[in-house]
């Protein structure tokens, strides 16, 4: 019988009060690719980083490949032949991609390095195909880049177990195909792939077997193809769910006065004359490609990228010189794409986040009044269901998916104007989806006007009650969601156009 590439044996992992990992046995077979599902919180990605050596367990055994470990962290784990790309990616931002990738691996002849990186490089990227330049610095790169030098990284290292967390989480569907393409190529290699992810119908689709984990522990491991979609939920959060969207809150009437409106935004070269309106209660979608401008535009109206031409209108007035700090004092919030880079302060509390925004209402003779940063915090923590209630806590210590309900109360707390929501459920499980989709639905229904972002089509046509799409930084049509395919809207935003009867596609 061969030997399992990995098996833990009643492992447990504490953090403070928090037990994250409680008395977890897995095997994991070699050459396979075995995905991990849970809800945010249930422990999949600490269970990951045990077997990757960023944590080590407080009890418990474990083996690699027949062996049993000790003193194990992630030089121990590489030399083992085991590597983890983390969520939080940890690559050096001023170094370049190719330095990233062969960093601590540099060869050298009598002392003195030797370059011969590029050629080192090009041969390592034939082999994947990710076309990245190895001479670009890693800040100048997309996430979803940075995670392709992640794997790079791990390649470099001769890896025969790669523990990839989220890898897809912020990737288009083309580039995720990719991805999964080059796990299938790695598992033909030999090597065993660890999938930690949210994306069910990937974890399906692409995995020999899967185990579901709630509350920290291992609820079953199963053949993939003895589970369904339906099925995974249930075992995740111990319970049926309606994955269907929320009911929205009535459309505004057109003779209602728009909230924000654009007319004929630029932006650099990503937006080229944008026009669009967004009435208050109402949500509106902006549906485009990666590189499409949708991004920018959202900054652009906080005032983090440039007005270089047009008009931005709140309630009808011109807003001038847009900035962060006077879209903040008009009620415009963005709640961003990257909650760890651009929403949240991860070394602080709970509650210092949440306040963040609002010290101006919390200070007393130039001091802020603990007492109302608590009492702010608490009601708006007990108002989104963040677990824990603890608001004393740090912010990185939670799960993605209640560290987004935080980056909501932060802005829910100002009474907002104007919401814009960039990728709001990038990153969360399941049922803390359908918890953000109703804060949505309620922000809209407070009166709020919503512009909502999402590289998930299902999520924008489910949620909105009208979507622009957009194109190379120009809107190029409004649809309705009710009487408007998911299909139909990718077609048009790749350019193309569906011939009737079969025959077909044609550009548009």
Not at 259 to 284: C, F, M, T, W, Y
Not at 347 to 358: A, D, E, G, K
Request: glycine fraction near 10%.
């Amino acid at each position: 019988m061969t030997e399992p590439a990995i098996r833990l044996e009643h492992v447990r992992k504490r953090f403070g009060t928090t037990q994250a990992v409680d008395d977890v046995s897995i095997s994991i077979d070699a050459g396979t690719i075995h995905a991990l599902v849970g809800e945010n919180g249930a422990g999949k990605s600490t269970l990951g980083k045990l077997i990757g050596g960023v944590h080590r367990p407080d009890e418990g055994v474990m083996r690699i490949a027949g062996r049993t470990v000790s003193g194990w962290d992630t030089r121990t784990a590489l030399g083992a032949g085991v590597a983890m790309i983390q969520q939080e990616l940890s690559l050096v931002p001023d170094l370049t991609v190719g330095e990233n990738v062969f960093l601590g691996l540099e060869s050298s002849r009598i002392g003195w390095l030797r370059n011969d990186l590029a050629g080192r490089y090009r041969e390592l990227d034939g082999r994947v195909g990710f076309g990245l330049p190895p001479d670009r610095p890693v800040h100048a790169l997309r996430i979803a880049d940075q995670q392709k030098v992640e794997i790079l990284r791990a390649l470099a290292r001769d890896a025969r177990v790669i523990i990839m967390d989220e890898p897809t989480s912020s990737q288009t569907a083309d580039e995720t195909e990719k991805l999964h393409a080059i796990m299938r190529r790695l598992q033909r290699e030999g090597r065993t792939i660890v999938y930690i992810t949210h994306f069910l119908d990937a974890a399906l689709d692409q995995s020999d077997a899967v185990s579901v984990m709630r509350d920290g522990r291992l609820v079953r491991t199963t053949p993939s193809t003895r589970q369904t979609k339906s099925s995974l939920i249930e075992a995740m959060l111990g319970r049926s769910l309606n994955l269907t969207f929320p009911p929205l809150p009535p459309r505004p009437p057109h003779t209602i006065a728009p909230v924000l409106e654009l007319r004929d935004l630029v932006s650099g070269k990503a937006v080229q004359g944008v026009n669009l309106a967004v009435r208050p209660g109402e949500i509106v979608g902006l549906a485009g490609l990666v590189g499409s401008g949708r991004s920018e535009i959202a900054r652009a109206i906080y005032g983090a990228e440039p007005l270089d031409g047009g008009e931005i209108l709140l309630l009808g007035s011109t807003y001038s010189r847009p900035s962060p700090r006077r879209s903040i004092d008009r009620r415009v919030y963005l709640i961003p794409e990257d909650r760890r880079r651009q929403g949240l302060v991860m070394t602080q509390w709970v509650s210092r986040n949440i306040s963040l925004p609002h010290l101006g209402q919390l200070v007393r003779l130039g001091l802020v009044r603990p007492s109302a940063e608590r009492d702010l915090a608490e009601r708006m923590v007990e108002s989104l269901d963040v677990h824990p209630r603890r608001v004393t806590m740090d912010v990185a210590t939670l799960s993605g998916g209640n560290q987004q309900k935080v980056l909501f109360g932060k802005w829910m707390a100002g009474e907002p104007r104007v919401v814009i929501l960039d990728e709001p459920t990038r990153g969360v499980d399941i049922g803390a989806k359908r918890q953000i989709y109703d804060l949505v639905v309620r922000l809209a229904g407070s009166g709020a006007g919503i512009l909502l972002i999402s590289s998930e089509l299902e999520e924008v046509m489910g949620l909105c009650h009208r979507v622009y799409l957009i194109r190379q930084g120009l809107i190029i049509e409004e649809v309705e969601p009710h009487a408007t395919t998911v299909e139909d809207v990718l077609y048009r935003l790749f350019g193309l156009a569906r011939v009737p009867g079969g025959g077909g596609e044609r550009v548009l």
